[in-house]
């Protein structure tokens, strides 16, 4: 890796105090150089915003931004990415998950992806090399349909358009923090591939979304038709 970078990898939660500290852990045996966590904590009732508080008063590498409630991930994301910019001021910022699905072992293939001159690099589970484990057959349809619906609608080229595992340019990160985007749950991340497709380098990395073993998926039914929806809204807009 280019040396005296500063990374910062976003990480929102609600309720993943059984995820927080294992996955702060993982981060530093995966010893990317020079990377704060930033994590965006939605006031979790189950006292994640605590855990976290804890592991920062003894890492220093470890940030919280505190939210007032639960305004979805999508917003999550752009309050994490403006606080990062102006209290960090990284050179590149990751977004991933906190249920340790996004291997923190990838987060060096992303940050290299983009200082080899990609604007973007996306995690992929749908490129050589990646893939999906302990998914129902339901689940990994439901996966492949949206992202098929959404790169036709969308006239998006990345393949795994829905993953929320990625590496930004700190220039790319500042107009999806300053963009009024329609979506502010999970169809945030298609969104914010199609307000950069124009003039963005983007670039897959092939990794495996695991298995979730701890806590609760956030996605449901809603979800699943709010996602679809949005990006019929996206698409005539």
Known sequence: ?????????????????????????????????????????????????????????????????????????????QDGFREAIL???????????????????????LVRAVQAGADVAVGSRYVAGGGVSGWSLWRRTVSRGANAYARTMLRIKVRDATSGFRAYTRAKAEQIADAALPARGFEFQVASLHL?????????????????TAGRSKMGLVDMARFFFSVFRIALS
């Open 196 to 212: 950069l497709r124009e003039r963005s380098r983007f670039t897959e990395v092939p990794y495996t979304f695991a298995a979730r």
């Open 87 to 109: 209290s960090i001021a990284p050179d590149i910022i990751i977004e991933m998950d906190a249920d340790l699905q996004h291997p923190p072992s990838v987060i060096g293939e």
């Open 1 to 77: 890796m280019q040396a005296h970078q500063k990374l910062c990898a976003v990480v929102p939660t609600y309720n993943e105090r059984e995820n927080v500290e294992r996955l702060v852990e993982e981060v530093r045996r995966a010893a990317v150089s020079g990377l704060t966590l930033l994590f965006v904590d939605d006031t979790s009732p189950d006292g994640t915003g605590d855990i976290i508080r804890e592991i920062s008063s003894r890492d220093p590498s470890v940030k919280l931004l505190v939210r007032g409630a639960k305004t979805g991930i999508g917003s999550a994301y």
